[in-house]
């Protein structure tokens, strides 16, 4: 009996899967698919907490969705698929392509491991597959504007349609579910494919039409929450922008916005592609030079950004929901990775380390880059003198503090007119929350001369 081999990694669904439709076609009707997930100890060892169970809660409901069929096995990919491959006689293997710095080189190993046995690549986590979009002369694009032009210009598929009617092959050996997480507290969304559908359609029509402006008030439910969903493919941005369009007639303006941001996260994925040592390096290579503290006094201030007590409350409040949710509103993580780097002058790397290890969405390119935008030594053309304002930024986007309230308590009965400079308050901030760790207006002066001095340089 054919059978064909579905080597699942960040497209842990059954609806709008190609490879899956391709291992389905390649079985054909008498045939059978061994849906495999390999537990990759150098993925799974260097993924924070709540990561891994994200992945074990969509592998569970994969498990499920495929009534008991899906096989997990531990171990280097380049040893367990081939294994497989012997085992159930698999004539090919399909896989989403990945995109990413270590899992394009693990595929390739384990295509030359694979010797003849077809090893077939259709589709990808994205909206456009990193590196197929390039300017007029086949370089790639540094700018997000040019790149989302093209990419809006060029449209995307559709949806592959579900199929329903695969066999999948019984009785493979599987081991157990990846061990259960001590999160300490923290409480992620819903995992898996059905949870990511459910997530879809309540933004879709609850949240959608107000996203143009509700997307950035941080202390609103105001966005879709669905970039976990997004990083372990339990939703793929195809099916959300085929969805999203349906809408766009009547709600221009917000299916736009959401549109440009699923872009964003397409661009940065064809960034890293095109240049992968970004995920460590500045891609503005003058950036190099830029002057971080470093010591026991940077020690101390990233200890404090960190545990959320800078005595900045959109900042703290920021650091206390990575700790809660492992999530972070975008608008905060511009403004508290803006203070890491700009106000307390630690380099840019520390802190997106930090924030991968702790958020259920960390996602290498998205991250790294979104740092790089923030600290000004990424993609961005002009932005060394962008320093955000903690004060001002959480008084204009959290204006009645309801974001700040409920995650710092100290400050839940602080009057409206002082819940973003506490300090200012007659007596002082409330017991038990801290006095500024640093002067805001003094910091950013030694940020811009930094800055000045690397341009200068
Ligand atoms: C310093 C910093 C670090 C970040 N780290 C990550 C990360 O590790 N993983 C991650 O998925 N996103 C990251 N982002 C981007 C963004 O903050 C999150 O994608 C967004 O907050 C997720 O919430 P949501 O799903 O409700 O977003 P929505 O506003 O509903 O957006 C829909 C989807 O678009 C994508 N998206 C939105 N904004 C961005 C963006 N600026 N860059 C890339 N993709 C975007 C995400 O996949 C998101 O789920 C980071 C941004 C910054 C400034």
Redesign the pocket.
Known sequence: MPTALLWFRRDLRLSDHPALVAAVEAAGRDGTVVPVFVVDPRLWETSGRPRREFLRGCLADLREQTGGAQVIRSGDPVRVLPDLVRETGAESVHLSADAGVYGRARDAAVERALGDVPFVRTGSPYGVTPGRLTKDDGTPYRVYSPFARAWRARGLHGPAPRRDDVAWAPDVRSEDLPPAQDLDGTVLPPAGERAGLDAWALFRDQRLLGYATS?NTPGTDG?????AH??YGTVHPRTLFAEAQQLAEDHAEAVDK?VG??V??DF?ADVLWHRPETAREPFNEQMKAMQYDTGPAADEHFAAWAEGRTGYPIVDAGMRQLHGEAYV??RV??IV?SFLCKDLHVDWRRGARY??DH?V???LA??NH??Q??AGTGTDPSPYYRVFNPTRQGQQFDPDGAYVRRWVPELRDVPDRYVHEPWTMPGGPPEGYPAPIVDHAEERQVALARYQAVRDA
């Open positions: 997307r966005t879709s929450r669905l970039s997004l990083k959401f941001e699923l964003w996260r940065y509103h975008n993580r511009m990775a924030f991968f958020l969405d960390g996602d998205s991250n979104g740092w935008w923030v």
